[in-house]
């Protein structure tokens, strides 16, 4: 019996690290394949309907059945939301990608969260960090700054005004986390809310600005930017995240996204032959470090046993 328990356990966490590593390479993917698209047959607007429409129309069935338990409320909480983590956050993170590289995306954009969590939940929210929480805020910042000055200093203008989109686009999205948590939305209906209310601003707005890059894109490459933006982004992802959280709990999870800025500076290089210097290679690493050590949590059972 107790064998038994202590193998479903195993299994559980498993597949729980499974699900984590799924999203681990999505997000680290997303910027990549993000990059190649703003750079080659797409305008940023093209990406973005893509992202929202298609997201908006896996997630309908979930608001057609779920209509009736989804309070007046919620729908009013999702409009804020929307600008933190919809259309707003990700228009910055494309638009971005037309100038700076994949690279700098993820480490600005996951790599910069924690630090922004940390500062606007003290000045915003009064939240009381946690030691190791500053420590890894710290270091996160110290990354960041490092990532930004040796833009601004060798690479050109425009690489600087990708890397500050990348920072706002961050800054919305620990927002997001801190007004999610205050609003106890859960995640699948906030993310259900939030796509569709962006997809109902960007499909009008993207025919009211037809791209011709669309209209003449190859039918090949718009299949993979429906499958990167609205599938495996929108929708793949989030599911992934959700069964690892379950599996793991939240704080493993988290320390799990300290891989995303060094695993999406190595796509980058090997798909798009962007090559990091050493400063950038540094300061990712830095970044990622912060990013663990904000996100570590002692388990439980060391938790008991001290």
């Not at 979930?62 to 338990?69: D, E, G, K, P, Q």
């Not at 971005?96 to 000045?123: C, D, E, R, Y």
């Not at 796509?267 to 290679?281: D, V, W």
Request: aromatic share 8%.
């Amino acid at each position: 019996m107790i064998a038994r328990a202590a193998g479903e356990e195993r299994g559980s966490e498993v597949g729980g690290y499974g699900a984590a590593i799924l999203a681990v390479v999505i997000a680290a993917s997303y910027p990549v394949a993000t990059r190649a698209g703003v750079t080659g047959s797409f305008a940023p607007q093209d990406l973005i309907l893509l992202r929202f429409g298609v997201g908006a129309l896996i997630f309908l069935p979930y608001l057609l059945l779920h209509f009736s338990a989804i309070r007046p409320k919620i729908w009013l909480q999702g409009l804020p939301l929307t600008l933190f983590q919809g259309a707003g956050m990700a228009g910055l993170v494309i638009c971005g990608l037309q100038f700076a590289p994949a690279s700098h995306a993820a480490a600005l954009g996951p790599g910069a969260s924690p630090a922004w969590v940390a500062v606007l939940g003290f000045f915003i929210f009064s939240k009381r960090p946690l030691l190791r929480t500053v420590v890894g805020a710290a270091l996160c910042t110290a990354g960041v700054v490092t990532l930004t000055c040796w833009s601004a200093s060798v690479e050109s203008a425009a690489v600087l005004v990708g890397d500050t989109m990348f920072l706002a686009a961050s800054a919305l999205g620990a927002l997001y986390v801190l007004q999610l948590r205050k609003l106890g939305i859960g995640p699948i209906q906030s993310a259900a809310i939030v796509t569709l209310y962006s997809a109902l601003v960007v499909v009008p707005w993207h025919f009211g600005t037809v791209s011709e890059a669309l209209l003449h894109a190859a039918p090949r490459e718009i299949f993979w930017q429906i499958l990167w933006q609205g599938v495996l982004v929108g929708c793949v992802a989030l599911v992934a995240l959700n069964h690892a959280i379950a599996r793991l709990g939240p704080e493993r999870s988290s320390a799990l996204v300290a891989f995303v800025p060094v695993l999406s500076a190595l796509l980058a290089l090997l798909f798009l032959g962007e090559i990091p210097s050493a400063t950038e290679a540094a300061a990712i690493l830095v970044i990622s470090t912060g990013v663990s050590i904000g996100a570590w949590r002692p388990s439980a059972k060391s938790a008991t046993s001290v």
